[in-house]
């Protein structure tokens, strides 16, 4: 049996996002709805916690230090602490209604913000492209729940998830880095969750939390179920690869919703030795 342990002790509403940051040897994660982001060093078992002005999505790191964060009002950026650097946004539109949700770190350093409606609507959300110099481009406008993206090792497949589809899809990414080709990579049948935040493996097999279904599923780049990861927890929401070996998954959750939540929900879980992950870019300024 797969041991899961507790990585982090929390009660995050939404937990989302975990990040490995190389540079820092550190996770960071966010609590959507608590508005907060959580960074956390393995090695020494020091945290941080940032509070945030509005619901945060995502939190990656930035190539010259700090973090963009993916807000309800659009995409920001935070210094290094100690910087002096003052927060400031990168490209602002808010739209009411809408919230930001998960983002993901192209291998060429661009963000790839989703955002969402608070009321779950279809065709309510987004999938946009932001690049250091805040040129936006929108790449899908008709999503209800824009969740999981990611990239093959390399970097020739882009892998996302609008979770009430049940589909985890798969593009061809062209060579203006834009993808093309959409197709279904696989699907979760009712009754076993929706797919919510993924990773993608050295050996380009594709990680998904399942919300509502209490796991994590492994996929081949055929689309073949060959891995599951039975969980304590109810709402898995996203895993990655971490540790200094990139070996062991770390997977947070959500409490949010629940009449009863499982004492875990809303920690970060780990699974050690789980795999080995690929390194993930910064964001390119």
Request: hydrophobic fraction near 35%; include cysteine.
């Amino acid at each position: 049996m797969t041991a899961v342990e507790v990585a982090v002790r929390e009660y995050a509403a939404l937990g989302e996002g975990p990040t490995w940051d190389p540079r820092e040897q550190r996770l960071i994660w966010v609590d959507i709805l608590g508005s907060r982001v959580h960074t956390y060093d393995p090695g020494t078992g020091h945290r941080t916690v940032m509070v945030t002005e509005q619901h945060v999505g995502a939190a990656k790191p930035r190539a010259g230090g700090g973090l963009v964060v993916n807000l309800r009002d659009g995409v920001g950026l935070y210094g290094p602490p100690g910087s002096g650097e003052a927060f400031r946004w990168l490209h602002r539109e808010p739209v009411p209604g809408r919230r930001a949700n998960d983002a993901a770190v192209a291998p060429d350093g661009s963000l790839w913000c989703g955002t969402m409606r608070y009321d779950e609507a279809p065709r309510g959300g987004t999938l946009s492209r932001i690049t250091p110099d805040g040129t936006v481009r929108t790449i899908l406008d008709d999503v209800a729940v824009s969740n999981g993206t990611g990239w093959s090792p390399d970097g020739r497949l882009m892998y996302y998830i609008d979770s009430p589809t049940r589909r985890i899809d798969v593009f061809d990414v062209g060579e203006d880095q834009l993808p093309l080709n959409r197709r279904q990579l696989a699907v979760i049948p009712d009754g076993e969750g929706f797919p919510d935040g993924l990773t993608v493996d050295a050996d380009g097999c594709v990680w998904v939390a399942l919300w509502d279904g209490g796991a994590v599923r492994r996929y081949t780049p055929d689309g073949d179920l060959d891995r599951v990861i039975e969980l304590p927890v109810r709402r898995p929401t996203a895993c990655a690869f971490g540790g200094a070996d990139l070996t062991d998954l770390y997977i947070t959750t959500a409490r949010t919703g629940l009449a009863a939540p499982h004492p875990m929900s809303g920690s970060v879980l780990v699974v050690p030795g789980a795999g080995k992950g690929v390194p993930q870019a910064a964001f390119a300024i």
